[in-house]
């Protein structure tokens, strides 16, 4: 880049300051008569030209260098001018640069402190906001940004969160005594309901930072969602409602009877056999409910353990078709089955599949309409996996009730459910057999038509070689 014109005031002041000594000591030797007036001018402009030139190249090469200095605060490696009339300058350059080396060295690692600061706060799967003594947003990560979209730097919270729980906590803890010490513990916790959709139960826990952070923040919001603990919470208080109702009225019934066989119908023969007859059947739904509950129970536990035999799914559903016959003759309903030819073996464990169409078939013959056919095919299904469907000619399920269908004594029908026997916990294993099997269950329903209910499993092979050849133990 060219020189620029030095300012012509600070040009001759240079001049005039570096031409003083010279003035003065020929002043002085002409006033003391050693040199005659026309030497002593000739002198003092001699001297006065050569200091002019170099006045002129060392303001230049100053002016270079303050340039120099200027440059090291860019973000562009500046270039070491010549300061040849100027040595001094040129060793206060070097030093400068090298001073400028490693101030650029230092904010380089600051910007990395930095930026893996903000990739740890982003990195956290939890929503984060930091804010400043005047609760403004300092710092917020992505999974924050996720829940509450963008909120505008050194924002009032209240513009991305407007819970009076959580702001009144921040106050809170944000909020100083006249001596300015802090008057709340430095943390705390507020829970409260994210509005939807959908709706969320969230837990804010907050924390005062002992002193300020470089950025501002002084107050940490870390937000927890809750939702699916709450939800967990709620079914297993139902879970435990409807269990005890389901067992409460059996209990009431046998108590109601043994009360009768004691008092009113002591001696009458034909009433007690009856009512022994009711009795035993009340007896056998209380049992029938117990084993379905341990059932689901054992299968819970073991639920993330992948059964790894080899079996053969035309057997399993042979023996299944054998015990419920007698069941679909009385019911005057014809069994269709049929298996696709070379039918891959699937991976899975016996008497859990048995339960499994045990549940699926005998609905079929509970809901279907008499005089009708249920269909069993077993089939390949999409490659690497078999798919089992059972199919009647029912009544149906509306659509409405698909989607709740295999949760804990869910039933479409209370009353019908009940009188035929039923505990409501039926699909409710078959659900989570499936789910250990890492299989699928698919539900389709027309109502007035009927409904179908496939299963999908994984075939033998397909498991990454990790199947067990059936019935050798795995070590
Ligand atoms: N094939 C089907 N056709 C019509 N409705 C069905 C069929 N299968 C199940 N349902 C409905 O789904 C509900 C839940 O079925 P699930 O098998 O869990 O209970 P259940 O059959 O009543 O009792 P159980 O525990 O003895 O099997 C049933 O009460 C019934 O309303
Ligand atoms: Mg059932």
Known sequence: MADQPIPLRRYFAANTVALAPSAVAIAALYGAGFLAGRPAL????????????????????????????????????????????????????????????????????????????QAIVDGLPDPLIAVDRQRRVVRINQAAVALLGPVGAERDLSTAMRHPQLLSAVDALLETAPDGNFIATDQSAVEFVLAGPPELDVIAHLRRLPRAAADGSLALIVLHDTTAQRRAERMRADFVANASHELKTPIAGLAGFIETLRGPARDDVAARDRFLGIMAEQADRMRRLVDDLLMLSRIEQHEHARPDREIDLENVLRGVLDLLQLKASSRGVAIEFAVAAGLARAVGDHDELTIVFQNLIDNALKYAKPATVVRVTAEPAEPGRVAVAVSDEGDGIPAAHLPRLTERFYRVDNARSRQLGGTGLGLAIVKHVVNRHRGRLDIQSTPGKGSTFTVTLPAVGWLGGNVTPQGVTPS
């Open 42 to 117: 000739i002198a003092m402009v001699g001297i006065a030209v050569v200091t002019a030139v170099l006045v002129q190249r060392y303001l230049a090469s100053l002016a270079r260098f303050a340039r120099f200095v200027g440059e090291l605060s860019d973000e562009r490696e500046p270039v070491m001018p010549r300061l040849s009339f100027a040595p001094a300058t040129e060793e206060l350059a070097t030093a400068v640069a090298m001073l400028s080396i490693g101030w650029r060295r230092q904010r380089a690692s600051i910007d990395n402190l930095a930026a893996s600061a």
